[in-house]
């Protein structure tokens, strides 16, 4: 399967510490199965902290990655389950959430995404608001992987 990932620069070789913390899924390495997805954010990127926009394309094996007994974890939708997973994530307390899967698979949470949980923490809305808001938005996908091991499975192209 292609993966893709938008930047400022070309990625050759994959640094899981360069990856900033709370974001969705945790502090690892993005990447996506739609290419339109990744030239956004190589633009967004590029646009906020300068350089060219540059998508990098790699190889995944997904099937061999769960073969391997690798933990993966798959958000089919943005549902209850999810949007607290992300909140635990994005969560910037002092707490860092750890999670002990190697690849996580699920939609992307967007900057409304992001409003409505900030009203979520603000105990402004329920959970059941944040899922509620979830059913008009068209999230993209993401790829995260988190662990040394899971980047066996990914070979840049």
């Excluded at 640094?15 to 190589?42: E, I, M, N």
């Excluded at 994530?89 to 939609?107: F, L, T």
Aim: negative net charge; proline residues 1%; charged residues 25%.
């Amino acid at each position: 399967m292609k993966l893709y990932h938008g930047s400022n620069q070309l990625i050759r070789t994959i640094d899981l510490s360069k990856g900033r913390r709370y974001k969705d899924f945790g502090q690892g390495f993005y990447t996506t199965h739609l290419r339109d997805q990744a030239v956004y954010w190589s633009r967004r990127i590029a646009d906020r902290f300068g350089g060219t926009a540059i998508v990098s394309e790699f190889e995944f094996d997904f099937d061999a990655a769960i073969a391997d007994g690798l933990n993966v974890k798959i958000f089919d939708k943005a549902d209850r389950e999810w949007a607290m997973f992300v909140m635990a994530n994005r969560r910037k307390d002092g707490e860092v959430s750890q999670h002990d899967y190697d690849i996580v698979i699920g939609p992307v949470a967007d900057d409304n995404m992001a409003r409505l949980f900030g009203l979520y923490d603000m105990n402004i809305i329920d959970l059941d608001a944040v899922v509620a808001g979830l059913v008009y938005k068209d999230l993209n996908s993401q790829y995260f992987f988190a662990t040394e091991k899971a980047l066996d499975y990914i070979v840049c192209l």
